[in-house]
Structures are given as structure tokens and as C-alpha cells.
């Protein structure tokens, strides 16, 4: 299930289920979006990017889905494992400046 | 991609001293950022490193306080200034080709200001 914890919401996902990461996004005039993974002790890793006239893009056991009419971007992992333990951030860019807006992030923690 | 090297990974500072942390890209990259991360939270972005010019800070940030240096496309340093502990946090730079927007990080600097 999720919770909120001190600071970052978490999903517990057993391993070998499908994990979905949820994410709002801000800015209507954004448009591209993007994944990190976060390790504990690491820089954000990128995952998968999405444009703005797409709703889906697939990657590897990643899915990135996009709803610009309520704002809402989410990334399914598929088979969940335990390297995939690590804080997911979403982010939204307006292309003209290039610089990232991160999002709040979700701590995943995968249970064997 | 491109690989960020960041140093120092982590520093303990007196208040009122200064640090400045070094990020050096392995090929010419367009676009340089700097984020302040507090420990359990979202990245916050400081400004932008412009190559040859000021950089761009965004809300709430200054160049007296966080000045940046960027003299070519793959090198670029943040300095925290007069240091306070509200300044502890992990600074990461990121960097990558303009338009590609899934852009590399550094592992970033763990600062403590005592």
C-alpha cells in the first residue's frame, strides 16, 4: 500500500508484483516529463522520458503514462525487484529553457 | 551519456567559511545545472550555469551567496558562501546536450555546517 511518511510518500510492492508510481505535475505549458531513480548516496538516475503529445511510452519493464487533462503522469515498473528499491522522481521541463522541475517523490521499497 | 565527476562527496565546514564544490563533465555538455537537495526531500534548483557568462539563479537564490563559475562546456563549480547551518544539504550539478532533457547528475556533496 501507500503512505506518507515524514517527508516522502512510500509504496511497498512485494517482489515479482507490478509497481505504479503516481506523480503531479504543475505547469500546463511543460512539455516533456521524465523519471529518476534515486539511490541512497547517489545523483538521480534517468529513467524514461515522455512529450507532451504522447500518453505512453514504453521502455525496458518500464511504462510511462501521461494525462494532460487532469495533470497526471505515473511510471509502472513491471516485475518489481529489489535493485528497484529507491526514491522515483518525476520532473516537467519547458523545452525552451531546458531546466528540470522535480516533483515530490516516492520512496518504493521492495519486500521479498 | 555523459558522467559527472563531483567533488568534494562530503564536508563538515566551521560556519562563516566558504566551500566550493567542483563538478567536471567527461564531454562538452550545453546545459549545467545546480540543485540543493535536503536530506528526505525533493530537489530544489539554484540557478543555471551559463558557459562564458552570469549565471541564472532562480527564486529565492543569489550569486553573493551561491556564486557559480562555468569557463567551458564540460567544468563548472557552486560556492557556498559565509555558511550557515541552514546551508547543511547535498548539492548535486547535472548536465547534458540542450533538447535531450534526461540530463546526467553527480553523486553530490553531502555538506555539515558545524
Known amino acids: 500500500g501507500e503512505s506518507v511518511g515524514l517527508h516522502l510518500p512510500t509504496l511497498s510492492v512485494q517482489e515479482g508484483d507490478n509497481s505504479i508510481i503516481n506523480c503531479a505535475y504543475s505547469n500546463s505549458a511543460s512539455d516533456y516529463f521524465i523519471w529518476y531513480k534515486q539511490e541512497s548516496g547517489k545523483g538521480p538516475q534517468f529513467i524514461i522520458d515522455?512529450?507532451?503529445?504522447?500518453d505512453k511510452r514504453q521502455g525496458q519493464r518500464v511504462t510511462v503514462l501521461l494525462n494532460k487533462t487532469v495533470k497526471h503522469l505515473s511510471l509502472q515498473i513491471a516485475a518489481t525487484q529489489p535493485g528497484d528499491s529507491a526514491v522515483y522522481f518525476c520532473?516537467?521541463?519547458?523545452?525552451?529553457?531546458?531546466?528540470?522541475?522535480f516533483g515530490a517523490g516516492t520512496q518504493v521499497v521492495v519486500t521479498p | 551519456s555523459a558522467v559527472i565527476s563531483q567533488k568534494p562527496s562530503r564536508d563538515i565546514c566551521q560556519r562563516g567559511t566558504s566551500l566550493t564544490i567542483q563538478c567536471q563533465v567527461d564531454?562538452?555538455?550545453?546545459?549545467m545545472f545546480w540543485y540543493r537537495q535536503q536530506p528526505g526531500q525533493s530537489l530544489t534548483l539554484i540557478a543555471t550555469a551559463n558557459q562564458g557568462s552570469e549565471a541564472t539563479y532562480e527564486s529565492g537564490f543569489v550569486i553573493d551567496k551561491f556564486p557559480i563559475s562555468r569557463p567551458n562546456l564540460t567544468f563548472s563549480t557552486l560556492t557556498v558562501s559565509n555558511m550557515s547551518p541552514e546551508d547543511s544539504s547535498i548539492y548535486l550539478c547535472?548536465?547534458?546536450?540542450?533538447?535531450?532533457?534526461?540530463?546526467?547528475f553527480g553523486s553530490g556533496t553531502r555538506l555539515t555546517v558545524v
Open positions: 520532473a516537467e521541463t519547458d523545452s525552451s529553457w531546458g531546466k528540470l522541475q
Open positions: 564531454s562538452q555538455v550545453t546545459m
Open positions: 547535472s548536465g547534458g546536450p540542450q533538447g535531450t532533457h534526461g540530463y546526467t
Open positions: 515522455i512529450r507532451s503529445n504522447m
